[in-house]
Structures are given as structure tokens and as C-alpha cells.
């Protein structure tokens, strides 16, 4: 599509050129030099045609952001995004431009909302060139040796061959790869892979604190928890330490093939390399390998499963809070309650009291509070008298509360817990259809759902994202697709 547009530009621009009545980039050309500006359609072209650069909207966004992506894969495929938290609206009056010795860009009012922000020269010599590894380097025309700034060095959610994710020893600052928010918004979303000052394993953070993710120390030939290292005949991996920096950087042994590793929204470091032959990304290694070891990946009441897809679902009781989000693949915001808890209500005084659904062998949720109380009765009293208490679990480590939100849970991790829901969203007694329906829920899902008698209710029931209840209700085991997927989330798939 964007290529398609592009190309069609390029051609009509040659004709412009041919008249020669534009200020504006000559096109095809790899570089922008002062007094040239690129708005609009226009893009530049590295020389030998890997990848090109210009105003990109992704999907159904109202945005656009100066984006690079590769020129002979016909899958359109961003790598570098400079705006990706400051978007423009309008392309055809926002430019990129050299302004001052750096590159810059205003948007419609040219007002400036990027800046390679560098104090460069003011001399009319500088250039941005887009070179054909996918780095786009400022330099001083008159001086090409030394840049003043690469885009390498700030990269986005991609690490292209060529590149590298240092840490700077000497401004103790990290470069970091960070995932978009989600598949059609770019900007800085909560996942980021960085080198760490110690020992130089690579770390995710979830929103920048909270580490869920270590590749090991290096040993000289692979990182020791990511064994997918070795035998390794397509990646060439080395380590540089200085007084300086310490970075890692990669190549690849045969350079014709087209590879690239990336943030992913997912909250995975994924490679991916090009198949030409059925114009697919292949992946060729996710880390972490699971789903749910991404923290916090279907954010507060949510339950991530590592089988099937979405790989987030609702607590009973709650609904998406966002379903557009849910439907671009970012989970994080997670989901709200479906009807308020009676809990501190006075007006509501005469309703049923709030109470407890048992959602069995799950992974408990984060930040739990101990309670010294001797029995199960008397835990699930402790909770329902404070109304902030949202779950309880009852076992061998004796009382644990849960105050306010709760989050990372996952599907299938032994553990019982107790959720605080509304009398209204359990069953009435005596319905034999809501009996059936429980068992055949309760056997898949362990009773992560409170089973209705009503089958309507049922139906819009658990708040799952895009797939309806009961399609997941009368499943019973895998499809072939999903087991692949489950395969090739479980790593390697060559
Ligand atoms: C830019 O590309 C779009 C999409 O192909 C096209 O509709 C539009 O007319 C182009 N604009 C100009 C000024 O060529
Ligand atoms: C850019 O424009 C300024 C003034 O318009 C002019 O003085 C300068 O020579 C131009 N530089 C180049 C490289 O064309
Ligand atoms: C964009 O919107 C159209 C129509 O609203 C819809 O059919 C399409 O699936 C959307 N695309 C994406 C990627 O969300
Ligand atoms: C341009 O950016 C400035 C600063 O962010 C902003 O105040 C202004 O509204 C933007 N102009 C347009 C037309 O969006
Ligand atoms: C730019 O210059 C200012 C003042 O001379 C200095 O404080 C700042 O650190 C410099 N920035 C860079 C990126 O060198
Ligand atoms: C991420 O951290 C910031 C503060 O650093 C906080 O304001 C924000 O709410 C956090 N995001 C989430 C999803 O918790
Ligand atoms: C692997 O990378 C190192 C460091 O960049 C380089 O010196 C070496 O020549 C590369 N090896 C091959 C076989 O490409
Ligand atoms: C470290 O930085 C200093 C000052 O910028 C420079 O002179 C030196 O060559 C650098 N060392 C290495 C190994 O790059
Ligand atoms: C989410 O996707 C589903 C199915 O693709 C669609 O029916 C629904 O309208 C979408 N919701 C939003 C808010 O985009
Ligand atoms: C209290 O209960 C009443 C009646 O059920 C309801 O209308 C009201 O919204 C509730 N208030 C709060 C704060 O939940
Ligand atoms: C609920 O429990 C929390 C944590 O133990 C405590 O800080 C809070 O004061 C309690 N609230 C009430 C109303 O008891």
C-alpha cells in the first residue's frame, strides 16, 4: 500500500524534476541537504535501495510519523519512527528539513516537535543521509567522517543489523529498544530491552521498572539463559567493551538475508527473518519464550493464558476496559468490574452482600498482603470486611488479601483464589442448563468464569476481547493452528 503510493510518487516527481520547478527533495535521492525539505508523499531512498524514508500513518491512525521502513519487502514494515511520541496530522504541511545544523521537524503550524537536538555547526554543509544498512546519519558535508548524530544511536522498537544496544559508562545512560503501545501507535509503549551496567545481560523492563526478562551473562559465545545462541550459523554476534561502552552488535553471515530483532507489542524480543518465497516474517526466536512471563501482560484483572489466543481473557465479572486497545493487541489497560461491589454502599443497603468466586489453579496475584487468622472462614471474613479487599487465598501459607487492583495472573499455575464480585453475577440455584454449563466451563477453564443459569447472560458473559464466549465454551481442544503457535512461541521455528 505505502510503497505503492511512494513508487507512484517517485514516478510523477521525475516528471516534476524534469521541468525543474520545485525547491523541494529530488527524488530517488538518498540525502537531504540544507535549503531541501521532504513533506507530503516524498520520500528518500538509500543508495542501494534498501529502505526508504517519509510521512508513514499506520493502520487506521489519523497520525503520521517520519518513518523508515524496508523498500524491497513487500510487507510493509516500519524500523525507525524519529516523531513517535510527538505525531503530526497533516503531511502535506508538516516537513523534515536541515535547520541550524540539525535535522528537524514542524508540523502544520511549523511549530518544531522533533529535533535531532544536537549543537552542531549552523554551517549549510550538513546532511542527513539514509544509508543502505538502515542508519540515518547526520553529518557535516565537509567533514563525513565523524557523524553528528545516527539514528542507530536512538533506535525505536528495532535493531537492525549494523546496530547496537549499549550502555554509555560514561553518562551511565542506556540505549533501549521500546514496543510500540500497539500495532498502530508507535509511540513509546510499556516494554524496553537494555544492556544492564552489570555483568552486561540484556533486561526487559515493564514500564521502565519492573524487570521480567534476563538474558544471562555473556560467556563469550552466548548469553547463558538464551541457549538458542549456540549453533548459531546466521547471526554474528560479538561483544565491545571500552572505557566508554559496552554494546552488542550483530550481523549477519550471509548478508542477503533480510533479519531484523524487535520490541515487540507482545512484550517479546522477537527475530524475525524475511522468507521471500512466501513473503512472510518468519520468527525465528521469541524471548521470554511464554506468553504470560511478559508481566503484567493482560494488566489488572486480567488472566493470561499461554494457549490460546487472545492470550488475555477478563476475570469473571469484568469486561475489557478498552476493546479498541484489546483489538490492537495491547492488553495492558486490562479490565473493569461489570457490577459495582455493594461494598460501603448505604443506599443499596437491603441487597444481597458481595461474595466470593473460587477461580482454581491460577498464578496468584502480585502484592499480597499476609493475615494472621487460623482459618479459611475467618480470611474470607478478613475480606469482606474491608472494602477495599478484592480476593483472598486461603493455603498452606495460611491468609493472604489482596487491596485494590489485582494483576499478573495466569491460567493453569496451581493456586486458588478468591475473587470479590457482586451477588448479582453469580448463578440463582436451581437451573439444571447452568449446571452443565458450569461443569463443561469448569473443565477447560478452571472455573475462571462464575457459570450463569441464564445462557444469554452467559453469552456476554466473561468480557473475552475479540472471541465470543462461546466459542471458547465449546472448544475442547487445540486447533493445528494453534499448536503451531503454540510451538513457535515455545521458541525456534527455523
Ligand atoms: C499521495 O498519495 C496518496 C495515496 O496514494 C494519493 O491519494 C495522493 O493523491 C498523493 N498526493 C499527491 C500530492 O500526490
Ligand atoms: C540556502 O538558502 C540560503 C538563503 O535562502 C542561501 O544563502 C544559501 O546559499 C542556500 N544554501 C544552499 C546549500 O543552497
Ligand atoms: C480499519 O478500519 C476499517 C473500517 O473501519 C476496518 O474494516 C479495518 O479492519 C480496520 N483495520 C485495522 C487494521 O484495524
Ligand atoms: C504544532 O505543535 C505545537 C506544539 O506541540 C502545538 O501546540 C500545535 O497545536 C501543533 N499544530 C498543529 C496544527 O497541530
Ligand atoms: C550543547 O551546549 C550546551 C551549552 O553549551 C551544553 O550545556 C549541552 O550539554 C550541549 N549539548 C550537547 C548534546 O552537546
Ligand atoms: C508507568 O509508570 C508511570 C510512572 O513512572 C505511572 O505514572 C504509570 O501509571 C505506569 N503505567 C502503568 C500501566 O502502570
Ligand atoms: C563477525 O563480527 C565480527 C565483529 O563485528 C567481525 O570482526 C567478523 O569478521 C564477523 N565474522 C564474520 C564471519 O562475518
Ligand atoms: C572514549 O572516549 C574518548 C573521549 O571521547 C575517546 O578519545 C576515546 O577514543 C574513546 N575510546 C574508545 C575505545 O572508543
Ligand atoms: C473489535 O473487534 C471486533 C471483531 O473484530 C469488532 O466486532 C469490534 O467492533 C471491535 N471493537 C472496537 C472498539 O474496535
Ligand atoms: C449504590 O447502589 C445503588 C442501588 O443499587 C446504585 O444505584 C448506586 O449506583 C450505587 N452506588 C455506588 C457508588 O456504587
Ligand atoms: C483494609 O486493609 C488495608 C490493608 O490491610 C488497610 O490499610 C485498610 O485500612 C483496611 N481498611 C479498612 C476499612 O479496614
Known sequence: MGIKNNSSFIFSIFFLLFFSFINHLSHGADTISANQSLSGNQTITSAGGNFELGFYKPGNSSFYYISMWYAKVSTLTIVWV??????????????????????VILNESQTLIWSTNQNSTTSNSVVAVLGDDGNLILRDGSNSYQPIWQSFDHPAHTWLPGGKIAYNKLTNTHQRLTSWKNSEDPSTGLYSL?????????????????????????????????????????????????????????????????????????????????????????????????????????????????????????LAGFNPKSLNDWNLSDYSGGCVRRTELLCGNITAANQEKDRFWEISNTRLPEFPQSVAVGSAAEC??????????????????????????????????????YLRLAASEFPKPKSKKGIIICVTWTRHFGAKYPCRHDTTRHD???????VSDSSILYRTRLTAKEMKEVRARDYLVE
Open 380 to 417: 474470607e471474613s478478613s475480606c469482606l470486611n474491608n472494602c477495599s479487599c478484592t480476593a483472598y487465598a486461603y493455603d498452606s501459607n495460611g491468609c493472604s488479601i489482596w487491596i485494590g487492583e489485582l494483576m499478573n495472573l495466569q491460567d493453569g499455575s496451581g493456586n486458588t483464589l
Open 82 to 103: 524519529a516523531n513517535r511520541d510527538n505525531p503530526i496530522s497533516d503531511k502535506y504541511s508538516s516537513v523534515l528539513k536541515i535547520l541550524d545544523g540539525n535535522l
Open 460 to 466: 456476554t458473559g466473561a468480557g473475552v476481547g475479540s
Open 194 to 314: 537494555n544492556l544492564d551496567a552489570n555483568n552486561s545481560p540484556y533486561v526487559i523492563f515493564w514500564n521502565g521498572s519492573k524487570q521480567y526478562w534476563t538474558s544471562g551473562p555473556w560467556n563469550g559465545q552466548i548469553f547463558s539463559l538464551v541457549p538458542e545462541m549456540t549453533a548459531n550459523y546466521i547471526f554474528n554476534y560479538s561483544y565491545q567493551d571500552n572505557e566508554n561502552e559496552s554494546y552488542f552488535t550483530y550481523s549477519m553471515y550471509n548478508p542477503s538475508i533480510i533479519s531484523r530483532l524487535i520490541m515487540d507489542i507482545s512484550g517479546q524480543v522477537q527475530q524475525l527473518t524475511w522468507l521471500e518465497s512466501t513473503k512472510q516474517w518468519n520468527l525465528f526466536c521469541a524471548l521470554p519464550r511464554q506468553q504470560c512471563e511478559v508481566y503484567d501482560f493482560c494488566g489488572q484483572y486480567g488472566i493470561c493464558n499461554n494457549i490460546i489466543q487472545p492470550f488475555c481473557n477478563c
